[in-house]
Protein backbone atom coordinates (compact mmCIF):
# COMPACT_ATOMS: atom_id res chain seq x y z
CA UNK A 1 0.00 0.00 0.00
CA UNK A 2 1.15 3.28 -1.12
CA UNK A 3 2.48 5.61 1.46
CA UNK A 4 0.20 8.45 3.29
CA UNK A 5 2.15 11.26 1.31
CA UNK A 6 1.20 9.44 -2.29
CA UNK A 7 -2.29 8.64 -1.75
CA UNK A 8 -4.98 10.94 -3.05
CA UNK A 9 -7.06 13.19 -0.63
CA UNK A 10 -9.76 10.39 -1.80
CA UNK A 11 -8.10 7.49 -0.69
CA UNK A 12 -6.64 9.11 2.43
CA UNK A 13 -10.51 9.62 2.89
CA UNK A 14 -10.86 5.98 2.40
CA UNK A 15 -8.18 5.14 4.81
CA UNK A 16 -9.30 7.32 7.08
CA UNK A 17 -12.83 5.89 6.64
CA UNK A 18 -11.75 2.54 7.02
CA UNK A 19 -9.80 3.25 10.44
CA UNK A 20 -12.97 5.31 12.21
CA UNK A 21 -15.25 2.11 11.72
CA UNK A 22 -12.63 -0.09 13.03
CA UNK A 23 -13.15 2.23 16.37
CA UNK A 24 -16.78 1.97 16.29
CA UNK A 25 -16.73 -1.32 16.31
CA UNK A 26 -14.84 -1.53 18.73
CA UNK A 27 -16.89 0.85 20.58
CA UNK A 28 -19.90 -1.32 19.83
CA UNK A 29 -18.09 -4.44 21.17
CA UNK A 30 -17.16 -3.02 24.06
CA UNK A 31 -20.85 -1.47 24.79
CA UNK A 32 -21.49 -5.04 24.21
CA UNK A 33 -19.41 -6.81 26.67
CA UNK A 34 -20.55 -3.59 29.29
CA UNK A 35 -23.80 -3.38 29.26
CA UNK A 36 -26.45 -6.33 29.42
CA UNK A 37 -29.61 -4.83 28.01
CA UNK A 38 -27.90 -3.39 24.51
CA UNK A 39 -25.95 -6.20 24.55
CA UNK A 40 -27.26 -8.19 21.32
CA UNK A 41 -28.16 -4.74 19.17
CA UNK A 42 -25.17 -3.27 20.07
CA UNK A 43 -23.36 -6.99 18.48
CA UNK A 44 -25.51 -5.73 15.17
CA UNK A 45 -24.08 -2.22 15.27
CA UNK A 46 -20.93 -3.60 15.37
CA UNK A 47 -21.03 -5.93 12.91
CA UNK A 48 -22.79 -2.99 10.46
CA UNK A 49 -19.80 -0.54 11.35
CA UNK A 50 -17.48 -3.61 10.42
CA UNK A 51 -19.18 -4.27 7.22
CA UNK A 52 -18.70 -0.64 5.97
CA UNK A 53 -14.95 -0.30 6.66
CA UNK A 54 -14.42 -3.70 5.20
CA UNK A 55 -16.49 -1.98 1.96
CA UNK A 56 -14.35 0.97 2.02
CA UNK A 57 -11.24 -1.61 1.96
CA UNK A 58 -12.06 -3.04 -1.04
CA UNK A 59 -12.75 0.08 -2.77
CA UNK A 60 -9.31 1.60 -1.45
CA UNK A 61 -8.08 -1.88 -2.59
CA UNK A 62 -9.64 -1.69 -6.40
CA UNK A 63 -7.13 -1.96 -8.15
CA UNK A 64 -5.78 -5.55 -6.65
CA UNK A 65 -8.37 -7.13 -8.84
CA UNK A 66 -10.88 -6.44 -11.33
CA UNK A 67 -12.97 -3.04 -10.74
CA UNK A 68 -16.22 -5.15 -11.79
CA UNK A 69 -16.12 -7.24 -8.69
CA UNK A 70 -14.54 -4.93 -6.45
CA UNK A 71 -17.65 -2.57 -7.16
CA UNK A 72 -20.25 -5.58 -6.65
CA UNK A 73 -18.43 -6.64 -3.19
CA UNK A 74 -17.92 -3.64 -1.98
CA UNK A 75 -21.73 -2.43 -2.83
CA UNK A 76 -22.84 -5.58 -1.58
CA UNK A 77 -21.11 -5.09 1.77
CA UNK A 78 -22.74 -2.20 2.13
CA UNK A 79 -26.07 -3.61 2.07
CA UNK A 80 -25.46 -5.44 4.31
CA UNK A 81 -24.34 -3.38 6.73
CA UNK A 82 -27.83 -1.53 6.47
CA UNK A 83 -29.32 -4.39 6.93
CA UNK A 84 -27.13 -5.35 10.26
CA UNK A 85 -27.72 -1.57 11.34
CA UNK A 86 -32.25 -2.36 10.65
CA UNK A 87 -31.52 -5.77 12.29
CA UNK A 88 -30.16 -4.08 15.73
CA UNK A 89 -33.10 -1.21 15.92
CA UNK A 90 -35.55 -4.25 16.00
CA UNK A 91 -34.02 -6.15 18.89
CA UNK A 92 -33.47 -3.08 20.90
CA UNK A 93 -37.27 -2.19 20.87
CA UNK A 94 -38.00 -5.80 21.60
CA UNK A 95 -39.39 -6.69 18.45
CA UNK A 96 -38.81 -10.07 16.38
CA UNK A 97 -36.30 -8.92 13.60
CA UNK A 98 -37.99 -9.76 9.99
CA UNK A 99 -34.78 -12.37 8.96
CA UNK A 100 -36.44 -13.64 5.93
CA UNK A 101 -37.19 -9.64 4.26
CA UNK A 102 -33.57 -9.21 5.63
CA UNK A 103 -32.32 -12.00 3.95
CA UNK A 104 -34.64 -11.27 0.88
CA UNK A 105 -32.94 -8.13 0.42
CA UNK A 106 -29.28 -9.03 0.72
CA UNK A 107 -30.01 -11.67 -1.70
CA UNK A 108 -31.46 -9.28 -3.96
CA UNK A 109 -28.39 -6.99 -3.69
CA UNK A 110 -26.48 -10.29 -4.39
CA UNK A 111 -28.55 -10.53 -7.70
CA UNK A 112 -28.26 -7.16 -8.64
CA UNK A 113 -24.48 -7.71 -8.74
CA UNK A 114 -24.50 -10.60 -10.16
CA UNK A 115 -26.64 -10.07 -13.38
CA UNK A 116 -25.03 -6.27 -13.86
CA UNK A 117 -21.54 -7.50 -13.08
CA UNK A 118 -20.33 -6.54 -16.89
CA UNK A 119 -18.87 -3.51 -16.98
CA UNK A 120 -21.68 -2.23 -20.20
CA UNK A 121 -24.27 -2.96 -17.60
CA UNK A 122 -22.31 -0.90 -14.42
CA UNK A 123 -24.56 1.75 -14.77
CA UNK A 124 -27.60 -0.37 -13.95
CA UNK A 125 -25.98 -1.78 -11.30
CA UNK A 126 -24.97 1.22 -9.36
CA UNK A 127 -28.80 2.48 -9.74
CA UNK A 128 -30.48 -0.68 -9.08
CA UNK A 129 -27.68 -0.88 -5.57
CA UNK A 130 -28.78 3.07 -4.58
CA UNK A 131 -32.56 2.50 -5.02
CA UNK A 132 -32.00 -1.22 -3.26
CA UNK A 133 -29.88 0.55 0.16
CA UNK A 134 -32.09 4.02 -0.53
CA UNK A 135 -34.57 1.65 0.53
CA UNK A 136 -33.02 0.21 3.55
CA UNK A 137 -31.65 3.27 4.80
CA UNK A 138 -35.59 4.64 4.90
CA UNK A 139 -36.46 1.55 6.64
CA UNK A 140 -33.41 2.26 9.13
CA UNK A 141 -35.31 5.88 9.52
CA UNK A 142 -38.48 4.68 10.29
CA UNK A 143 -37.25 1.86 12.63
CA UNK A 144 -35.20 4.67 14.29
CA UNK A 145 -38.66 6.87 14.81
CA UNK A 146 -40.26 3.13 16.03
CA UNK A 147 -37.63 2.75 18.96
CA UNK A 148 -37.47 6.55 20.13
CA UNK A 149 -41.66 6.13 20.32
CA UNK A 150 -41.76 2.53 21.69
CA UNK A 151 -39.45 3.42 24.48
CA UNK A 152 -42.07 6.37 25.43
CA UNK A 153 -45.21 7.61 23.90
CA UNK A 154 -44.38 10.73 25.77
CA UNK A 155 -40.45 10.78 24.35
CA UNK A 156 -40.18 14.29 22.31
CA UNK A 157 -41.00 14.25 18.38
CA UNK A 158 -37.84 16.28 17.70
CA UNK A 159 -35.67 13.88 19.34
CA UNK A 160 -36.89 10.72 17.21
CA UNK A 161 -36.92 13.33 13.86
CA UNK A 162 -33.48 14.14 14.38
CA UNK A 163 -31.84 10.84 15.25
CA UNK A 164 -33.14 9.42 12.29
CA UNK A 165 -32.24 12.29 10.19
CA UNK A 166 -28.95 10.89 8.86
CA UNK A 167 -30.88 7.59 7.83
CA UNK A 168 -33.60 9.89 5.57
CA UNK A 169 -30.79 12.00 4.72
CA UNK A 170 -28.63 9.14 3.17
CA UNK A 171 -32.10 7.60 1.34
CA UNK A 172 -32.42 10.78 -0.58
CA UNK A 173 -29.54 11.30 -1.51
CA UNK A 174 -28.95 7.81 -2.97
CA UNK A 175 -32.17 8.44 -4.79
CA UNK A 176 -30.92 11.26 -6.31
CA UNK A 177 -27.75 9.12 -7.82
CA UNK A 178 -29.29 6.84 -8.91
CA UNK A 179 -31.69 9.25 -10.79
CA UNK A 180 -28.25 10.84 -12.28
CA UNK A 181 -27.10 7.46 -13.18
CA UNK A 182 -30.57 6.43 -15.27
CA UNK A 183 -29.85 9.81 -17.02
CA UNK A 184 -27.19 9.19 -18.22
CA UNK A 185 -26.11 5.54 -18.35
CA UNK A 186 -24.13 5.97 -21.22
CA UNK A 187 -21.32 8.47 -19.94
CA UNK A 188 -21.40 6.53 -16.74
CA UNK A 189 -20.39 3.39 -18.56
CA UNK A 190 -17.93 4.93 -21.33
CA UNK A 191 -16.42 7.55 -18.64
CA UNK A 192 -14.25 5.83 -16.32
CA UNK A 193 -13.60 9.11 -14.58
CA UNK A 194 -16.96 9.88 -14.09
CA UNK A 195 -17.78 6.69 -12.92
CA UNK A 196 -14.98 6.67 -10.40
CA UNK A 197 -15.35 9.68 -9.03
CA UNK A 198 -19.04 8.95 -8.61
CA UNK A 199 -17.83 5.92 -6.36
CA UNK A 200 -15.38 7.56 -4.17
CA UNK A 201 -18.11 10.89 -3.87
CA UNK A 202 -20.42 8.15 -2.94
CA UNK A 203 -18.08 6.39 -0.76
CA UNK A 204 -16.96 9.80 0.91
CA UNK A 205 -20.84 10.84 1.65
CA UNK A 206 -21.15 7.51 2.90
CA UNK A 207 -18.50 7.89 5.35
CA UNK A 208 -19.98 10.96 6.57
CA UNK A 209 -23.46 9.64 6.88
CA UNK A 210 -22.01 6.06 8.30
CA UNK A 211 -20.78 8.27 11.61
CA UNK A 212 -23.86 10.06 11.71
CA UNK A 213 -25.83 7.05 12.19
CA UNK A 214 -23.71 5.70 14.73
CA UNK A 215 -23.60 8.93 16.90
CA UNK A 216 -27.68 8.45 16.44
CA UNK A 217 -26.89 4.47 17.36
CA UNK A 218 -25.48 5.68 20.43
CA UNK A 219 -27.47 8.07 20.99
CA UNK A 220 -30.40 5.80 21.08
CA UNK A 221 -28.84 3.62 23.50
CA UNK A 222 -28.32 6.30 25.85
CA UNK A 223 -32.12 7.41 25.79
CA UNK A 224 -33.58 3.89 26.61
CA UNK A 225 -30.79 3.62 29.26
CA UNK A 226 -32.04 6.56 30.82
CA UNK A 227 -35.20 5.65 30.53
CA UNK A 228 -34.45 2.56 32.33
CA UNK A 229 -33.17 4.05 35.11
CA UNK A 230 -36.11 6.28 35.57
CA UNK A 231 -38.00 3.37 35.58
CA UNK A 232 -35.69 1.47 38.07
CA UNK A 233 -36.51 4.89 40.41
CA UNK A 234 -39.89 4.90 40.06
CA UNK A 235 -41.06 1.55 39.03
CA UNK A 236 -41.60 -2.12 41.21
CA UNK A 237 -39.06 -4.60 40.37
CA UNK A 238 -41.08 -7.23 40.50
CA UNK A 239 -44.28 -5.80 39.47
CA UNK A 240 -43.85 -3.52 37.11
CA UNK A 241 -46.06 -1.55 38.70
CA UNK A 242 -45.14 2.49 39.95
CA UNK A 243 -44.09 2.48 43.59
CA UNK A 244 -44.84 4.72 46.56
CA UNK A 245 -42.10 7.37 45.40
CA UNK A 246 -44.35 7.54 42.08
CA UNK A 247 -47.38 7.00 43.55
CA UNK A 248 -46.79 10.07 46.25
CA UNK A 249 -45.71 12.79 43.34
CA UNK A 250 -49.06 11.42 41.12
CA UNK A 251 -50.88 11.78 44.45
CA UNK A 252 -49.47 15.27 45.00
CA UNK A 253 -50.43 16.34 41.30
CA UNK A 254 -54.10 14.82 41.17
CA UNK A 255 -54.31 17.00 44.47
CA UNK A 256 -53.68 20.37 42.91
CA UNK A 257 -55.81 19.20 40.09
CA UNK A 258 -58.93 18.03 42.71
CA UNK A 259 -58.31 21.58 44.45
CA UNK A 260 -58.46 23.55 41.58
CA UNK A 261 -61.66 21.64 39.74
CA UNK A 262 -63.50 20.94 43.48
CA UNK A 263 -63.27 17.55 42.42
CA UNK A 264 -62.96 14.40 44.97
CA UNK A 265 -59.77 11.76 45.00
CA UNK A 266 -60.01 8.40 46.56
CA UNK A 267 -57.27 6.27 47.49
CA UNK A 268 -58.56 2.02 47.58
CA UNK A 269 -55.44 0.27 50.11
CA UNK A 270 -55.47 -2.89 48.88
CA UNK A 271 -53.69 -5.98 50.86
CA UNK A 272 -53.75 -10.24 49.87
CA UNK A 273 -55.84 -11.82 52.51
CA UNK A 274 -53.13 -14.76 54.33
CA UNK A 275 -50.58 -13.77 51.66
CA UNK A 276 -48.00 -15.26 54.50
CA UNK A 277 -49.92 -18.35 54.10
CA UNK A 278 -49.17 -18.49 50.28
CA UNK A 279 -45.78 -17.88 50.81
CA UNK A 280 -45.11 -20.85 53.57
CA UNK A 281 -47.48 -23.52 51.68
CA UNK A 282 -46.52 -22.93 48.14
CA UNK A 283 -43.13 -21.82 48.07
CA UNK A 284 -41.84 -17.92 47.95
CA UNK A 285 -41.48 -18.07 43.67
CA UNK A 286 -45.60 -19.18 44.34
CA UNK A 287 -45.76 -15.63 46.60
CA UNK A 288 -44.10 -13.19 43.85
CA UNK A 289 -46.21 -15.25 41.14
CA UNK A 290 -49.61 -14.09 42.59
CA UNK A 291 -48.19 -10.65 43.82
CA UNK A 292 -47.39 -10.41 39.71
CA UNK A 293 -50.99 -11.74 38.59
CA UNK A 294 -52.75 -9.27 41.50
CA UNK A 295 -50.78 -6.00 39.82
CA UNK A 296 -51.98 -7.02 36.23
CA UNK A 297 -54.98 -7.51 37.14
CA UNK A 298 -55.30 -4.23 38.86
CA UNK A 299 -53.71 -2.73 35.85
CA UNK A 300 -56.61 -4.01 33.26
CA UNK A 301 -59.48 -3.15 35.66
CA UNK A 302 -58.08 0.65 36.44
CA UNK A 303 -59.06 3.74 34.28
CA UNK A 304 -56.69 5.69 32.15
CA UNK A 305 -57.13 8.15 34.62
CA UNK A 306 -55.78 6.17 37.87
CA UNK A 307 -53.09 5.09 39.62
CA UNK A 308 -51.95 1.41 40.78
CA UNK A 309 -48.62 1.23 42.78
CA UNK A 310 -47.42 -1.30 44.77
CA UNK A 311 -47.25 0.36 47.99
CA UNK A 312 -45.44 -2.26 50.12
CA UNK A 313 -44.99 -6.02 50.78
CA UNK A 314 -48.47 -8.00 49.75
CA UNK A 315 -49.97 -3.92 49.72
CA UNK A 316 -51.26 -2.22 46.81
CA UNK A 317 -52.45 1.64 46.33
CA UNK A 318 -55.20 2.40 44.09
CA UNK A 319 -55.69 6.04 43.12
CA UNK A 320 -59.28 7.16 41.85
CA UNK A 321 -59.04 11.00 40.63
CA UNK A 322 -62.66 12.61 40.76
CA UNK A 323 -64.47 9.16 42.55
CA UNK A 324 -66.60 10.19 45.23
CA UNK A 325 -66.86 7.67 48.26
CA UNK A 326 -69.84 5.69 46.99
CA UNK A 327 -67.87 5.28 43.42
CA UNK A 328 -64.79 4.13 45.52
CA UNK A 329 -66.89 1.25 47.33
CA UNK A 330 -68.03 0.23 44.13
CA UNK A 331 -64.24 0.12 42.53
CA UNK A 332 -63.27 -2.05 45.53
CA UNK A 333 -66.09 -4.18 45.14
CA UNK A 334 -65.35 -4.79 41.32
CA UNK A 335 -61.90 -5.90 42.34
CA UNK A 336 -62.36 -7.79 45.24
CA UNK A 337 -64.89 -9.77 43.19
CA UNK A 338 -62.41 -10.13 39.45
CA UNK A 339 -59.48 -11.29 42.56
CA UNK A 340 -61.74 -13.82 44.11
CA UNK A 341 -63.16 -15.74 40.97
CA UNK A 342 -59.72 -14.70 38.48
CA UNK A 343 -57.17 -18.21 38.62
CA UNK A 344 -54.22 -17.84 40.59
CA UNK A 345 -51.98 -21.03 39.12
CA UNK A 346 -49.13 -22.24 40.25
CA UNK A 347 -47.63 -25.18 38.29
CA UNK A 348 -50.69 -26.39 37.73
CA UNK A 349 -52.01 -25.71 41.56
CA UNK A 350 -54.86 -23.22 42.22
CA UNK A 351 -53.84 -20.95 44.84
CA UNK A 352 -57.24 -19.18 46.51
CA UNK A 353 -56.41 -15.77 46.96
CA UNK A 354 -58.98 -12.88 47.85
CA UNK A 355 -58.06 -9.40 49.32
CA UNK A 356 -59.46 -6.92 51.80
CA UNK A 357 -59.50 -3.25 50.94
CA UNK A 358 -59.99 -0.25 52.71
CA UNK A 359 -61.45 3.30 51.21
CA UNK A 360 -60.67 6.59 51.75
CA UNK A 361 -61.99 10.00 49.59
CA UNK A 362 -60.54 13.58 49.97
CA UNK A 363 -63.37 15.63 48.42
CA UNK A 364 -62.97 19.32 50.68
CA UNK A 365 -61.04 21.43 52.39
CA UNK A 366 -56.73 21.46 53.06
CA UNK A 367 -55.46 18.10 51.56
CA UNK A 368 -52.92 15.76 53.42
CA UNK A 369 -51.51 12.89 51.58
CA UNK A 370 -50.52 11.41 54.79
CA UNK A 371 -54.16 11.13 55.92
CA UNK A 372 -55.92 10.34 52.90
CA UNK A 373 -53.45 7.23 52.99
CA UNK A 374 -53.98 6.85 57.13
CA UNK A 375 -57.91 6.92 56.40
CA UNK A 376 -57.67 4.00 53.89
CA UNK A 377 -55.46 2.03 56.32
CA UNK A 378 -57.30 2.43 58.94
CA UNK A 379 -60.64 0.73 56.72
CA UNK A 380 -58.22 -1.65 55.66
CA UNK A 381 -57.81 -2.88 59.27
CA UNK A 382 -61.51 -2.60 59.96
CA UNK A 383 -61.87 -5.31 56.75
CA UNK A 384 -59.29 -7.41 57.95
CA UNK A 385 -60.88 -7.44 61.81
CA UNK A 386 -64.83 -7.76 60.21
CA UNK A 387 -63.15 -11.56 58.50
CA UNK A 388 -61.33 -10.40 55.20
CA UNK A 389 -62.26 -10.07 51.41
CA UNK A 390 -64.18 -6.91 52.31
CA UNK A 391 -64.28 -3.75 51.18
CA UNK A 392 -64.53 -0.89 54.14
CA UNK A 393 -65.39 2.56 53.39
CA UNK A 394 -63.45 5.40 55.69
CA UNK A 395 -65.50 8.35 56.65
CA UNK A 396 -64.33 11.25 54.19
CA UNK A 397 -61.04 12.10 55.39
CA UNK A 398 -59.28 16.09 54.96
CA UNK A 399 -55.98 16.88 53.97
CA UNK A 400 -53.30 19.81 52.92
CA UNK A 401 -50.86 19.69 50.46
CA UNK A 402 -47.53 19.16 51.62
CA UNK A 403 -44.41 20.45 49.44
Known sequence: MASLENLSAAHATLLVG?????????????????LAPARRAAVQWAGFAFLQGLAFAVYLNMGRWPDIH???????????ALLLQVRGLHVITGKKPADPVLLALLAFGALI?????AHEHSAWRMAATSLLASGVCGWAAVAMLQCIRHESARAP??????????SAIASGLLVIR??????????????DSLNHSLGVLGSMAWLFFSVGMSLALAAVVLYKLQRKLSQAATHDALTGLPNRRAADDFMAHEALLAQRRGAPLSALMVDIDFFKRVNDQYGHAAGDH??????????????????VARWGGEEFLVLLPD???????????QLRLAVQEAPFRWQ???????VSIGAATWSSGPFHANALIASADSALYQAKSSGRNRVCVAAPAAASIHG
Open 323 to 333: TSPEGAQQVGE
Open 70 to 80: GHAVSNLLLVA
Open 157 to 166: RMLGAFLSTP
Open 348 to 354: DTAIPVT
Open 178 to 191: AVFVLQHPERVIRD
Open 113 to 117: QWVWI
Open 18 to 34: ILLELFVALGWLLVAAL
Open 290 to 307: VLQTLAQLLKRRARASDL
